[in-house]
T-cell receptor
């Protein structure tokens, strides 16, 4: 049981490039989330999903897209990377919205 | 919108002693959940303790306990018998039904040997 896994661990992008951050959970959780954490700050919700085929915006969705074709996977897409998207990205999952969220190890993204 | 405030950017504690981290939140909801998460240098977010607002009894997990004051909208975390491994960022978080998890800005805990 690996929990929540994220790839890659680190990535450097040039302005305007695109990339997909991968997230997979093997706990059969219905809820999945993407957060970003800027230096010295708490986490802010980008997008979330309550089940396969259903996604919704969080607090800071601009510049990102998500999809949820399976229960296990919840990729986050950056289409035109900007320096403001330099951050650490965390994926999380939970069984039901009120239960504990389990977090992945994070992806450190730098856009230059 | 709900807000969570952690007024202490950094706290220092001697090994084996006790430290208390403050957290206040703003909400008009009566039913909600509060959490403390620990983030060590590895960046992994780890749940330390959870409190349901409808429960009057304060949650306890080994050396970690909370002081939940619903009327004051306060949710402090006490770490007893501090250990070197407790050194980390600690985040307070709030969640009401139908809403998403909202995090405070964090408190860095330093443990001195």
């Amino acid at each position: 049981n690996a929990g929540v896994t994220q790839t890659p661990k680190f990535r450097i992008l040039k302005i305007g490039q695109s990339m997909t951050l991968q997230c997979t959970q093997d706990m059969n959780h219905n809820y999945m989330y993407w957060y970003r954490q800027d230096p010295g700050m708490g986490l802010k919700l980008i997008y979330y999903s309550v089940g396969a085929g259903i996604t919704d915006k969080g607090e800071v969705p601009n510049g990102y897209n998500v999809s949820r074709s399976t229960t296990e996977d919840f990729p986050l897409r950056l289409e035109l990377a900007a320096p403001s998207q330099t951050s650490v990205y965390f994926c999380a999952s939970s069984y039901g919205e009120s239960n504990e969220q389990y977090f992945g190890p994070g992806t450190r993204l730098t856009v230059t | 919108a709900q807000t969570v405030t952690q007024s202490q950017p950094e706290m220092s504690v001697q090994e084996a002693e006790t430290v208390t981290l403050s957290c206040t939140y703003d909400t008009s909801e009566s039913d909600y959940y509060l959490f403390w998460y620990k983030q060590p240098p590895s960046r992994q977010m780890i749940l330390v303790i959870r409190q349901e607002a409808y429960k009057q009894q304060n949650a306890t997990e080994n050396r970690f306990s909370v002081n939940f004051q619903k009327a004051a909208k306060s949710f402090s975390l006490k770490i007893s018998d501090s250990q070197l491994g407790d050194a980390a960022m600690y985040f307070c978080a709030y969640k009401a039904a139908g809403n998403k998890l909202t995090f405070g800005g964090g408190t860095r805990v330093l443990v001195k040997p």
